[in-house]
């Protein structure tokens, strides 16, 4: 079991991923934030508007160099920690193993946890780096299954997006839903649990494990 995008961000929404929104702002256009969620949750590109509205490959590369900028300020000066995650996932490793398979890049995932414990509780750690493609292709959930060297059947996923549950789906393996208030309007029919509270994901995790 590994708890992929849903272990940082349970620490940091998806709305951390709103700097793609303030570096297209820096050349006058406007990302629409219902566009942004749909954009998000397919694993869409967040540059199209700006090809849409003729920016070249060398402006292009400047809006990204400035969005990596503008989501690392946020990761380190923003309150991004979620109660009870440190605690839930300690607990968890006790009962399994567990890896965080994100299609965050490398340096960002370091952001995220150098001041942080949740990376004690799992044993390895999986970026954008090390995959081909990334969510919603299986790719990411199939690397960190081979990772483990475990089957399918024993190595359920814990989400909070419908791009990673769908990364899931498309691997074959089961996934638990973990609520997030800002995807709690995607599609999340493919999974076989959903829970609102930490507290029950002992539980839950134990069961179809």
């Not at 990364?167 to 829970?195: E, L, P």
Request: with cysteine; proline share 4%; glycine share 6%.
């Amino acid at each position: 079991m590994w708890p992929g995008p849903a272990a940082e961000r349970l620490q940091a929404s998806e709305e951390v991923h709103y700097p793609g929104a303030r570096a297209l702002a820096d050349v006058d256009i406007t990302l629409d934030r219902d566009q942004c969620l749909r954009d998000m949750a397919l694993g869409s590109a967040t540059w199209r508007p700006a090809k849409a509205a003729g920016i070249d490959d060398q402006a292009l590369s400047r809006l990204r160099t400035a969005c990596n900028e503008y989501y690392q300020e946020y990761l380190r000066t923003e309150a991004i920690d979620i109660e009870g995650v440190v605690e839930t996932l300690a607990e968890l490793s006790k009962h399994v193993h567990m890896a965080i398979v994100t299609t965050s890049k490398r340096a960002d995932l370091e952001v995220i946890h150098e001041k942080r414990q949740i990376c004690k509780s799992v044993d390895f750690a999986l970026a954008r780096e090390d995959f081909t493609l990334a969510k919603p292709h299986p790719e990411p959930c199939l690397t960190g299954l081979k990772r483990f060297g475990a089957t399918r059947e024993e190595t359920p996923v814990m989400e909070d997006s419908s791009r990673g549950l769908a990364s899931a789906a498309a691997a074959g393996i089961d996934c638990v839903i973990v609520h997030n208030g800002f995807t709690k309007m995607q599609d999340f029919s493919q999974a076989i649990r959903r829970t609102e509270a930490l507290g029950e994901l002992k539980n839950i995790v134990l069961d179809v494990s």
